[in-house]
């Protein structure tokens, strides 16, 4: 009979668990999962406990101080001009909820790249439990489209969010199989979990969501990079896939005509797309206004009383939103403008800087790469900065791929993808 070796259980390893348990944010029937009490619960309890195991052993990598501290400080400075610039923008209007939420989740991420960054951790563990990840959502999607019914994959959370999560996941697995030291079992759970991934991101029903994913797939094969294994995946998506085609083709259909729809008649009620360029229209419009502090979170309702000519289109919004049962007076569908409301000008140039800096220091890195750039293409019809799941999920996989915390200790086997 098999037995568990308790003592093998370390507090790193507990800590370390807990951490890469991120994907429960979007699978709501998994305890702890379906929000935010990942970020609220599980983290503070993983913080405390690396910080113990350092207590501990005495602080082993902590010798080179102002040299290390630099070290440990870098990684999060790009961060600095847009939170600067967030910090003004919300004293001006008085509203320093939303800002203290992102200040929180920034503020732990550099707590878990300090403390991940001084004890051990396998790339290995880090990748494969990305793939169990694909497996979940897989599982999941398949639970929800089948057994109950529905018609696009939630996770009891968000269909988009889901499909992001799902996407991003499976975008690790594939830059994992660019690596050619793979033994034959690793190269087939990656295959599955990238085929298992891509099936729960279309069972979502989330077109934005699958863009990254799209334009990945194609660097990989223009690169001629691993061309029998995406033909592999390509052949196992297409099982799933085609038990969900026609609610995604229609979604996929929908698209274009709602784009169509908004360029020619300027239509954008009961559309989701319309919706989002009507949300950007109304941004771009109060960048001529002399506002250069934004609006801060004011209601729509009152947004278009100060901008009269946009009066139409805030009305509709006031009534969507909150028919919705969506009370939040700044739901702008898109990290811009979000941004470009609530913080005018100089939040949008501070954000600029930020992505510019960030751009810089992890483009090296092909993991983090990717989640930027995952980040950059969904925040122009979704919220991730102010969405507190989506931005956990971007700011716990930077950490995680930092070649601090396992550049000394990889697997010979998935190791550095710069």
């Not at 790193?12 to 944010?25: A, E």
């Not at 990942?38 to 102002?66: C, E, G, H, R």
């Not at 297409?238 to 609610?247: E, H, N, R, V």
């Not at 102010?386 to 190791?415: C, D, Q």
Request: hydrophobic share 45%; aromatic share 12%.
């Amino acid at each position: 009979m098999a037995t568990i070796n308790l003592s093998k259980i370390t507090l790193q390893g507990i800590g370390t668990f807990l951490i890469l348990l991120y994907p429960i944010m979007v699978i709501g029937y998994l305890p702890f999962g379906g929000g935010i009490r990942y970020y609220s619960v599980l983290i503070p309890v993983a913080i405390l406990l690396l910080t113990t195991n350092l207590i501990k052993n005495n602080y082993p990598s902590f010798k080179n101080t102002p040299k290390s501290i630099w070290q440990l400080i870098t990684p999060f400075t790009p961060f600095t001009p847009f939170i600067a610039c967030a910090i003004v923008t919300s004293l001006y209007h008085d509203s320093i909820k939303t800002l203290n939420n992102i200040n929180i989740q920034i503020l732990y991420a550099f707590l878990l790249s300090i403390l991940l960054s001084q004890q051990k951790i396998n790339l290995s563990t880090i990748i494969k439990s990305n793939a169990l990840a694909c497996a979940a959502f897989f599982i999941t999607s398949m639970y929800e489209i089948f057994l109950l019914d529905r018609s696009r994959a939630w996770g009891l959370v968000y269909e988009n969010t889901f499909g992001q999560f799902s996407v991003l996941c499976t975008g690790i697995c594939m830059i994992a199989m660019r690596k050619h030291s793979l033994t034959p079992k690793e190269k087939y759970l990656l295959i599955s979990s990238i085929a298992m991934g891509t099936a729960a991101a279309l069972m979502s029903g989330s077109r934005g969501a699958l863009l990254p994913l799209i334009c990945l797939s194609s660097y990989l094969f223009l690169n001629k990079k691993n061309i029998s294994t995406i033909v592999t995946c390509a052949a196992l998506i297409l099982i799933p896939a085609a038990i969900a085609t026609t609610k995604s083709m229609e979604r996929i259909r929908l698209l274009f005509l709602e784009t169509a729809n908004y360029i020619s008649h300027g239509e954008f009620m009961n559309s989701s797309i319309g919706i989002r360029l009507e949300l950007w229209k109304i941004s771009l419009k109060s960048l001529s206004t002399d506002h250069p502090y934004g609006f801060g979170s004011i209601p729509f309702i009152q947004l278009g009383e100060k901008i009269p000519e946009i009066k139409n289109s805030t009305d509709y919004m006031h009534q969507y939103f909150s028919g919705g049962g969506n009370s939040l007076p700044w739901m702008l569908h898109g990290d811009i403008p979000q941004i470009i409301i609530i913080g005018g000008p100089l939040l949008l140039l501070g954000f600029i800087i930020s992505a510019i800096f960030l751009y810089k220091q992890y483009n090296k890195n092909a993991f983090q790469t990717w989640v930027l750039f995952c980040a950059f293409i969904w925040g122009w019809s979704e919220l991730i900065i102010f969405n507190r799941i989506s931005f956990g999920l971007i700011l716990i996989n930077l950490v995680l791929f930092s070649p601090s915390a396992w550049k000394k200790y990889h697997s010979t086997r998935l190791n550095d993808t710069h």
